[in-house]
């Protein structure tokens, strides 16, 4: 008989883990609580218009190369990416002007050199240090697990870790190269896809600009959930079932050793072992009886949360020229707005917002002639978020699009909207504080320090996803499931898998 694995939550960190076991041959159940899988990557469809529900940056196309190469499979056989040229646009509020960065330092040299004299040069040395410190992580950290500070601080990545940037934060190491606030925003928004903040988070994230400006942005032609298709065709080619509309209501846990899981219908299923790629927090104080749990709230509180965010899903009546695929619209205080999100919980009043316009690069995301547009603006995870005040801040939103994108009829030709907030969060995604990412990537919650991808007191439960080692992303994610497979199976390599056992 085959070892049974079954694997709560379908997001990455979910699916990859389905992948790798199942062709490991493991027989592999994949719970899915909502309709689809996905995770966080939910897709939905209205009025001819295809919404991506989440992420929507497909980067570090070098770790999503290596997992389908671990399956077997080629990511140009299951999806049609396209680099996009520029990778992102800049908007500077009450400001005639925007920039295109393009991942071409042969491009972006000139543009930092028109916002900042003499920082061309300076920009090629940050990304030299940044692409070395990001093959150092590859090769010695984000594939290695960790049980103790031992694991952390023994000889050889001590050796390596001494030449990363680990005890001073972004904010200060990027100010050591540039001067310019127009420039150092540049250089730190990519810590929003970390869910942490520049004064918070330790400077070896100045790997995230090697991603940026070094190996480009892509897209999977058909939205981000292309990918989520891929990873269940992967997983159920090596027989693994994915069933949706099944959620969990706890972990069952026998004699110190985790025996499977019972759906909220009462259905019971047995597993050898179980992974719970579900919001960490939610796993420990919902799924797990008190014994068994890992810490209590107490200490889950006490954690930082990376950003919620307010969403607004827009189909838009015509075209919107002014914008490219990837936008960014910066705040003019920039500690301001991130201590209304980290410090000081309130909804920001001059905040930085992202929008995606997906339609401008894939026709078939929205009807003929028309865009589809994804704003999100970063806030506080626990706020109120009523539907009045959905409503508020959303015309706030909507009149600062009009005013710094210089279209003045904007609010006018919207046909299609939809808020998604902090309760939702919440409700779709069992998400502790309705964090849109879960923790962020502070000194404090990284490596051995974030939470780990094993539990100490229950026998056969792990964790993949966002909240253990190595963080948030979609690829971090696939790594995650890496280094929960490498628990199951006992490679205590530092570097990438190049096969599976069987």
């Given amino acids: 008989m085959k070892k049974h694995a079954v694997i709560i939550g379908s997001g990455f960190g979910g699916l990859g883990s389905a992948c790798l076991l199942a062709k490991a041959g493991y027989r592999v159940t994949v719970l899915e609580k909502n309709e689809q899988p996905g995770g966080r990557a939910s897709v939905f469809s209205e009025r001819g218009y295809t919404f991506d529900m989440g992420p929507s940056w497909y980067l570090m196309p070098d770790i999503f190369e290596h997992f389908f190469q671990l399956m077997g499979e080629k990511v140009e056989d299951h999806l049609v990416l396209k680099k996009l040229e520029p990778s992102y646009r800049i908007f500077y509020k009450d400001e005639d002007r925007t920039i295109d960065i393009f991942s071409d330092l042969e491009k972006d040299i000139p543009t930092f050199e028109m916002l900042e004299p003499g920082s061309g040069a300076r920009l090629r040395e940050y990304l030299k240090r940044a692409a070395y410190q990001y093959d150092v992580a590859k090769k010695r950290f984000l594939f290695k697990n960790y049980d103790s500070i031992l694991d952390f601080l023994n000889w050889e990545t001590a050796i390596e870790g001494s030449r990363l940037s680990v005890f001073s934060n972004m904010d200060s190491y990027v100010r050591k190269f540039f001067k310019t606030p127009a420039v150092q925003k540049i250089m730190q928004y ?28 892509f897209y999977p ?130 905040p930085s917002l992202y929008i995606c316009a997906p339609s401008i690069t894939d026709p078939n995301v929205a009807p003929d002639g028309k865009e589809n547009l994804f704003v999100l603006v970063p806030i506080a995870p626990n706020l109120s978020d009523a539907d009045e005040q959905l409503e508020l801040y959303g015309e706030k939103i909507l009149q600062m699009l009009e005013t710094t994108l210089r279209i003045p009829n904007l609010r006018e030709r919207i046909e299609y909207k939809k808020f998604f907030s902090v309760k939702d969060f919440k409700q779709r995604y069992n998400s502790f504080g309705g964090s849109a990412l879960g923790f962020a990537h502070t000194l404090t919650q990284t490596a051995i320090f974030r939470p780990n991808n094993v539990n100490p007191n229950v026998r056969n439960l792990y964790y993949a996803g966002a909240g253990t080692n190595p963080g948030i992303g979609m690829p971090i994610c696939l790594i995650s499931a890496e280094l929960a497979y490498k628990r199951i199976v006992g490679d205590k390599s530092s570097g990438p898998l190049t096969s599976l056992q069987r």
Avoid: C
Avoid at 192 to 213: C, E, K, Q, R, W
Avoid at 272 to 291: G, Y
Avoid at 314 to 332: A, C, M, Q, Y
């Fill in 190 to 217: 990519t810590l929003v896809f970390l869910g942490s903040s520049p004064y918070n988070t330790p400077a070896l994230y100045n790997i995230m600009s090697h991603i940026d400006f070094s190996m480009g942005v």
């Fill in 221 to 350: 032609q058909g939205g981000i959930y292309e990918l989520v298709k891929a990873l269940v065709r992967i997983a159920e080619k090596h027989g693994a079932v994915v069933r949706t509309h099944a959620d969990v209501a706890r972990i069952l846990v026998e004699k110190g050793t985790a025996i499977g899981v019972e759906l909220v219908g009462g259905e019971r299923i047995e597993a050898d072992i179980v992974i719970s790629n579900a919001d960490m927090a939610f796993t420990d104080l919902q799924l797990l009886p008190e014994e068994s749990r890992v810490k209590d709230e107490r200490y889950w509180k006490s954690r930082t949360l990376s950003p919620s965010a307010f969403i607004m899903y827009l189909g838009i009546d015509g075209r919107v020229p002014e914008l490219t695929h990837h936008n960014l619209i910066f705040s003019k205080d920039w500690k301001k707005n991130f201590s209304e999100i980290f410090d000081n919980p309130q909804w920001p009043d001059d």
